[in-house]
C-alpha cells in the first residue's frame, strides 16, 4: 500500500498550463502504475492518464490527447501531469492513484491507492 499526495492545483486562465505533482509515499512505488482522474461538480469520475511501472507506456482520455503529460520519477517517489491549453471544461478536483500490478490502468475501479484531490479551475 501506498500513500498519495497532490499538489499544484490553483486557478488559471484559458489557455495557460499547470503541472500536478503526486508524491507517493511507499518502498514499491516504482512498482506501481500510476494514473491521474478528475471529477467535475455533479459528474462522474473519469479517467484522465496512466502511465506504467517503468514509464514506457502511457495512456490518455481522448479529451486531453496532445494537451496533458504524465511522467514520472521514480528516484523521487513522484508521478507528474503536465496540462497545457487548459480549458473552462478540464475544471475539476483531480486525483492521482496507485495500481498495484504496475501496468497502469484507466479503470478507477481497478487502483487501490488514492489520494485525497487537487482542485483545478480553467477560467474562460
Known amino acids: 500500500q501506498v500513500h498519495l499526495v497532490e499538489s499544484g492545483g490553483g486557478l488559471v486562465q484559458a489557455g495557460g498550463s499547470l503541472r500536478l505533482s503526486c508524491a507517493v509515499s511507499g518502498r514499491t512505488f516504482n512498482r506501481y502504475g500510476m494514473g491521474w482522474f478528475r471529477q467535475a461538480p455533479g459528474k462522474e469520475r473519469e479517467f484522465v492518464a496512466t502511465?506504467?511501472?517503468?514509464?514506457?507506456?502511457?495512456a490518455y482520455a481522448d479529451s486531453v490527447k496532445g494537451r496533458f503529460t504524465i511522467s514520472r520519477d521514480n528516484a523521487k517517489n513522484t508521478v507528474y501531469l503536465q496540462m497545457s491549453s487548459l480549458k473552462p471544461e478540464d475544471t475539476a478536483v483531480y486525483y492521482c492513484?496507485?495500481?498495484?500490478?504496475?501496468?497502469?490502468?484507466?479503470?478507477?475501479?481497478?487502483?487501490?491507492?488514492w489520494g485525497q484531490g487537487t482542485q483545478v479551475t480553467v477560467s474562460s
Open positions: 492513484a496507485g495500481d498495484p500490478t504496475g501496468w497502469g490502468r484507466t479503470k478507477d475501479v481497478e487502483y487501490d491507492d
Open positions: 502511465i506504467s511501472w517503468s514509464g514506457r507506456s502511457t
